[in-house]
């Protein structure tokens, strides 16, 4: 989970520099309303980041002197730079926090060049294709399984639910691709 924070940090600091307070605020809206982040993880996350040469603390400037608030604003290095560039072109393993990590992923797109959005979507495409066979053969199994009829309709209905969410998503990518494609002039990356 560190390697998605730590994603998620380095890409906000490329742009501008940040106090850990609005880092904290963007990282909780960006991660939904079931899952929050904790000062207990962002702030050793914030000083690692630091110890390893991939962010560092700048000077606040006087206007926020002048209101008498002592923030701590950090800016990305370019070995942090690097850092971010790397993470972003890192496949993402197949685990639970799959979503999150391609969504934090996504909300960087500005920061990558086209070939690479496009890489990371048709990696996330693979990945729906691979929670689709999943389920189809979950719904298989629960077809020829010794299961009571009630359950079974209930479990073959809920996997079906799962598979129309998933085509959504699917919609969504290509949508995205092809948007991409064509303001990259029409060429082909498949």
């Given at each position: 989970?560190?390697?998605i924070?730590?994603l998620?940090v ?5 742009d ?6 609005l880092?904290y605020?963007i990282l ?8 929050k982040?904790?000062w207990?993880?962002?702030?050793p ?9 991939l962010i560092?603390q ?5 206007s ?7 923030k ?12 971010f ?8 393993d197949?685990k639970?926090?799959y979503?999150?990590?391609f969504?934090i992923k996504?909300?960087n ?17 693979d ?17 020829k399984?010794?299961?009571?009829e ?12 799962r598979?129309m ?8 990518v290509?949508?995205n691709?092809?948007?991409i494609?064509?303001k990259?002039?029409?060429?082909s990356?498949?």
């Amino acid at each position: 989970m560190n390697r998605i924070y730590e994603l998620f940090v380095l890409g906000e600091l490329i742009d501008r520099t940040m106090h850990g307070y609005l880092l904290y605020s963007i990282l909780n809206k960006a991660v939904g309303p079931l899952r929050k982040i904790s000062w207990g993880v962002l702030y050793p996350l914030i000083h690692g980041l630091e110890n390893e040469a991939l962010i560092e603390q700048v000077a606040e400037d006087d206007s926020e002197k002048e209101k008498g608030k002592k923030k701590k604003n950090y800016r990305i290095t370019e070995e942090g730079k690097r850092r971010f560039y790397r993470l972003m072109e890192e496949p993402i393993d197949y685990k639970p926090e799959y979503e999150l990590h391609f969504q934090i992923k996504m909300s960087n797109f500005d920061q990558i060049e086209q070939d690479l959005q496009l890489t990371i979507l048709y990696q996330y495409k693979d990945y729906l294709k691979f929670l689709t066979r999943h389920i189809e053969g979950n719904v298989h199994d629960i077809l020829k399984a010794d299961i009571p009829e009630g359950e079974r309709k209930n479990l073959v209905r809920l996997n079906k639910h799962r598979l129309m969410k998933i085509e959504m998503d699917e919609t969504w990518v290509d949508q995205n691709i092809e948007r991409i494609k064509k303001k990259d002039g029409g060429s082909s990356h498949e």
